[in-house]
């Protein structure tokens, strides 16, 4: 077991997964140059294999090949969290420890929702333990968003978790404020509450939150990562304008399409985003120039990829 100890704070990036259009594979090098453009702005780590990064269609050896490649690009004060939740406390447990041999600095874990009716809160105080005893690095749980395949942690249960020395954060991607702030509230001091929604990142940080892991980002990390720095620096208006800038495109892209919804933006602005793994099917047209207008309203699309 690890010793529990990683700093959080900032804006972090739930990076998508390149496939190569001819075979199928993952897409290493268009993984590695994504990562080189995102890291031109002082964002604070990447998550990889988490939701966006469509971790449910990845198998065991890209999990960890694409936490290897990340080793050559992320900087050495930025941290690489790798997704390793599974439906078994011995599958978990394994991805946790794949992952850290690969190089992650922190594993984030959703919960085994497959037979919901048995996961009460003892029952997942002893999974996450399990695997929090048995991983390397820290640990943090993850609040799946609601509309996905997932069940809902109580605040109590939360509270419990952080006692835990290897459990040291969550993130939660309710997009509830209120129930965010709740956490922070219910949790032992050194625990680290991140949301996973870019619409509330501003206002989640003013409630002790230190900061989040929000796909907008990836169409917008400079902003994503300026409203960390502003907060950080009491420059709360100048985090309150890039807040209310970037939350629509986290509204309306990210919430209201999801995975080809973000992978078709980072087609029109430069990125190596293209199509989901199947099932998973791409944005159509009609999206696509919704999408654009989307990027254009927020002013983060430049004149040459218009």
């Not at 984030?108 to 929702?113: E, G, H, K, N, Q």
């Not at 820290?138 to 419990?160: A, D, K, M, N, W």
């Not at 078709?264 to 207008?293: E, Q, T, Y």
Request: proline share 7%; glycine share 10%; charged share 20%.
């Amino acid at each position: 077991m690890a010793d529990g100890t990683i700093e959080l704070r900032g804006a972090f990036l739930p990076v998508t997964t390149p496939f190569d259009a001819t075979t199928g594979d993952v897409d290493v090098p268009a993984f590695c140059s994504n990562l080189s453009r995102w890291f031109e702005n002082p964002v604070s780590g990447i998550l990889i294999s988490g939701s966006t990064g469509e971790s449910v269609f990845l198998d065991e050896e890209e999990r960890a090949t694409l936490v290897e490649a990340a080793a050559s690009v992320v900087p050495q004060d930025a941290n690489v969290i790798a997704g390793t939740g599974s439906e078994s406390t011995r599958h978990t447990i394994r991805l946790t420890q794949q992952a850290a041999a690969a190089g992650a600095d922190a594993v984030l874990v959703s919960p085994p929702a497959y037979f919901k009716g048995a996961m009460s809160d003892e029952v997942l105080v002893s999974h996450f333990s399990a695997v929090a005893d048995a991983s390397p690095v820290p640990v943090l749980v993850y609040q799946v968003p609601l509309r996905l395949s997932t069940l809902e942690f109580s605040t109590e249960l939360i509270g419990r978790l952080s006692e835990h020395p290897n459990i040291v954060g969550i993130k939660d991607s309710r997009g509830q404020l209120d129930l965010a702030v709740e956490l922070v509230g219910a949790t032992s001091d050194d625990f680290q509450v991140l949301v996973g929604s870019g619409a509330i990142m501003h206002p989640a940080m003013q409630g002790g939150c230190v900061g989040g892991i929000v796909a907008v980002g990836l169409m917008a990390a400079a902003e994503a990562a300026g409203i960390a720095v502003a907060h950080a620096e009491d420059r709360d208006e100048d985090a309150a304008a890039l807040q209310a800038r970037i939350a629509p495109v986290h509204q309306q892209i990210v919430g209201g399409m999801g995975v080809p919804g973000v992978k078709a933006a980072l087609d029109l602005l430069g990125f190596h985003g293209g199509a989901p793994r199947p099932p998973l099917p791409p944005a159509d047209d009609d999206k696509v120039d919704s999408i654009r207008g989307i990027l254009q309203d927020a002013d983060l699309l430049t004149p040459a990829t218009v």
